[in-house]
């Protein structure tokens, strides 16, 4: 069997190390999605903001679930290890990937220029 792997563009990710994500388990906003642009990587960190604030789109629910209510901090942080699409949290429910919030792409690929997920594949959710 191939191994599954997830390439991340967005170069400006304080996760991303070479196109690799290194955020452990990555969250990917789009409850409504039809398209590729309806999706968001909220993980997306920008390395060049000086707060490191989380990049957030999507509704309210979507961000809090997000972050660790005990402490308000991001429940990512960079680490050694890569993150790979069995680690992607994805509430885009009319992706054919999505099964019950798991992302069950082979390959996955997030957007440089506004971190969407380019692997998303409409599908509506029955």
């Known amino acids: 069997m191939q191994r599954s792997y997830l390439k991340c563009n967005a170069t400006n990710c304080a996760h991303n190390q070479d196109y690799e994500c290194k955020a452990g388990t990555i969250h990917v906003s789009g409850l409504g999605a039809v398209s590729i642009e309806g999706t968001n990587c909220t993980t997306f960190v920008d390395r060049n903001s000086s707060s490191l604030s989380n990049s957030i789109a999507g509704n309210v629910n979507e ?32 992706c054919i990937y ?8 082979e390959k996955v690929q997030i957007d440089q220029l506004n971190a969407c997920c380019d692997s998303f594949n409409y599908g509506e959710h029955v």
């Open 63 to 94: 961000k809090e679930s997000f972050f660790n209510s005990s402490n308000s901090s991001f429940v990512n942080s960079a680490g050694s290890s890569t993150t790979e699409p069995c680690d992607i949290k994805c509430e885009a429910h009319n």
């Open 98 to 105: 999505n099964q019950h919030k798991e992302c069950h792409a």
